[in-house]
């Protein structure tokens, strides 16, 4: 008779929310198996953004300070460990809209707890910027495609990684853990995504996933070396090489590549210039965004099943989330340490079916 293995905690989906809190049980000494069909999750085609101020009104949430702190920590740590780099500090223009933006945007900076994230500086003449704009600071990006690339090379080194189909109908719940697949582990985390609508287990959560198409840009001109947003956002990755985005449809719920979708992006990159430079499209990819109703992400574990467990739903800020929030989740499992009400699913637990 073949024995299961055993692990302490078993991950379902290798995107960038799995990957990170792999990484980080690992470090705190628990045996991981991370589960992953191949499939490439919004994860690996997201610009990876990190933009503390964000919105029309240009909101700060409140634990932003800290979060920035661990992502960036986190991002350097995993940096220095993999021998790559994976975060690029760049500031960004955000140019207003109109002048209802301005105004909003003037009222922060009237406000102590913002100025950090803010620096006067005039629009550079080449940017059409007819309602001005003003240059965000403590921005970035991550290079998360070679992130969970070499992430999941690591996990391969440490016999935690097992590429395969999964399917939630095969989990049998026992009392001190979950049988999948010959495999036994205390608990199951799920990680999927927006892949997580069809999870048997944790589809009453309230997912709103939205789908996004992204393009990549060769330029003959050279690119300046700051992010650009106007709702939409032109990202240089070197001087002359962008990526552009993101569309958002919510009604879309398959990855699809759409010819009207790369027209919109270019039209919105060119109007952003004052002489319109040439982009050439190398490269066009589309993803879903696991988004969720009240715009927090869903961590814990099932009301009635506490063997089962989620991380998921940080939408289109999980590159600044997910490692402070998969920090938090490791000392609850290690700590009892209580979650944080606004992401904890017991929020929904009266739902739960």
Not at 40 to 62: C, D, W, Y
Not at 172 to 180: F, P, R, S, T, V
Not at 306 to 318: A, K, T
Request: aromatic share 10%; charged share 15%; proline share 6%.
């Amino acid at each position: 008779m073949n024995l299961p293995h055993n692990y302490d905690i078993l991950i379902v989906g290798q995107g960038l929310a799995g990957s990170l809190l792999a990484w980080v049980l690992l470090q705190y000494g628990y045996k991981v198996c991370v589960v992953s069909d191949g499939v490439k999750s919004a994860s690996h085609i997201a610009a990876g953004m990190i933009n503390p101020v964000t919105g029309q009104r240009f909101v700060l949430a409140e634990h932003t300070p800290q979060h920035l702190k661990t992502a960036e920590e986190m991002y350097q740590q995993l940096g220095r460990r993999l021998h790559q780099q994976f975060y690029f500090p760049k500031t960004m223009l955000r140019i207003f809209n109109n002048e209802k933006e301005r105004l909003h945007c003037q009222k922060r900076l009237n406000n102590e707890h913002y100025t950090p994230y803010f620096k006067h500086a005039a629009m550079p003449a080449y940017i059409h910027a007819p309602f001005s704009g003003i240059q965000q600071t403590h921005t970035a990006y991550i290079d998360t495609a070679n992130l969970l690339k070499h992430l999941a090379t690591h996990l391969a080194q440490h016999h935690a990684i097992r590429h395969q189909h999964f399917s939630a109908k095969d989990v049998q719940i026992q009392e001190k853990g979950i049988l999948w697949q010959g495999i036994f582990a205390q608990k199951i985390i799920f990680c999927e995504g927006y892949r997580m609508q069809h999870n048997p287990f944790f589809s009453w959560l309230p997912l709103q996933a939205a789908h996004g198409e992204i393009i990549t840009c060769h330029s003959e001109k050279e690119l300046p070396p700051h992010i650009i947003n106007q709702q939409q956002w032109l990202l240089p990755t070197d001087t002359h090489t962008c990526r552009i985005g993101a569309t958002y449809e919510p009604q879309l719920q398959v990855p699809t590549i759409q010819t009207s979708s790369k027209a919109k992006l270019l039209h919105f990159a060119h109007q952003l210039f004052n002489q319109q430079p040439h982009f050439e499209v190398t490269q066009h990819q589309a993803g879903i965004r696991p988004n969720t109703l009240d715009k927090q992400p869903f961590i814990g574990f099932h009301p009635k099943h506490p063997q089962l467990g989620i991380f998921n739903g940080f939408g289109s800020r999980g590159c600044l989330l997910i490692p402070h929030y998969a920090q938090v989740l490791v000392q609850y499992m290690q700590q009892q340490q209580p979650l944080p009400k606004e992401v904890d699913i017991q929020r929904y637990k009266q739902v739960c079916v």
